[in-house]
């Protein structure tokens, strides 16, 4: 019996481990390299959602490149009020 509590111990702890490995790293991720968002409706037609479908896009945000201030003509840049 103490050798399962123990082995079930051992597993628990492996996996706090991780989690709280695991979830600084997933934030600081999404932070400052990208994430995924979602474009619904027509305010970005013919780029994504052509044809007025009512389906969403799904599209990668870059943070990595407008850091570096690497933006061209034709790119499309998403803005956040944080107001």
Known sequence: MTQAQGFGRRYI???FKGFFVAVPVTVTFLDRVACVARVEGASMQPSLNPGGRQASDVVLLNHWSIRNYDVQRGDIVS???LL
Do not use: E, H, M
């Open 13 to 15: 702890k492996a996996f």
């Open 79 to 81: 803005l956040v009020c």
